[in-house]
């Protein structure tokens, strides 16, 4: 990360992608963007929410999966590079959901997954709660913005869920989708994505 600075302040912080010098807000409102896209992609239809008085929500909507009954999807993106999320967030998170109906999934989106304490408080909470790691090709610093089909697609690397969202989304299987047979480094998550399946039929992606 970057930042310009006058009289000590910084004015603007900043990311340096390619070619292209972009702000963190953009970074994270692309990010948004991206999730609630590829959310929208697995038959969700969510909205991205933001602005100052969002109350912790970044994207809200509905998920209809097949032979299932429709239900609430409250989500928070957390775009931090490196930077795996850890309890605090969850449990601020878990007071967000305090304040939903009770037909609400909640999901919390990182692009550098979560620490094993932020797994436990999660997998412990009464809340249904599902973590999700997607990682942003467009927004990872070996990549350039001029690629364009990585402006329109992330990648799902992890996916886990609670007791309380058995309910909700019980019926998916996960499994690992590698990207080349060839070459898989299993310590690399780059090296593969995450396949989702509901009643044995992959969705779409």
């Known amino acids: 990360m970057a930042g310009i600075w006058r009289l000590g302040r910084p004015l603007l ?3 340096h992608i390619g070619r292209r010098c972009i702000s963190t807000v953009e970074v994270g409102t692309t990010y948004e963007n991206l999730v609630v896209a590829t959310f929208n992609q697995l038959g969700a239809a969510l909205e991205r929410v933001g602005g100052t008085s969002d109350n912790g929500i970044d994207f809200y909507g509905r998920w209809a999966l097949p032979n299932h009954s ?3 999807v409250a989500g928070q993106c957390k775009h931090y590079e490196r930077k795996k999320i850890g309890p605090s967030v969850i449990r601020e998170w878990e007071g967000v959901m305090s304040r939903q109906d009770t037909d609400t ?3 919390v989106v990182a692009t550098s997954g ?3 304490g932020g797994v436990h408080v999660a997998l412990s909470s009464a809340y249904p709660i599902a973590l999700v790691t997607m990682a942003s090709p467009l927004l990872e610093p070996k990549q350039t913005a001029d690629d364009e089909h990585l402006c329109r697609q992330s990648v799902i690397r992890g996916f886990v869920w609670n007791r309380a969202a ?4 019980g019926r998916l299987v996960i499994a690992k989708k590698h990207f080349d047979v060839r070459k898989v480094e299993l310590a ?4 593969f ?3 989702l ?3 044995g039929q992959p969705l779409p992606v």
């Open 105 to 107: 999934l909640g999901v």
């Open 70 to 72: 429709e239900f609430f």
């Open 13 to 15: 912080r900043t990311a």
């Open 197 to 199: 399946f509901w009643d």
């Open 193 to 195: 994505a995450i396949q």
């Open 114 to 116: 979560f620490t094993t």
């Open 166 to 169: 058995e309910p909700f989304i």
């Open 188 to 191: 690399d998550p780059a090296e």
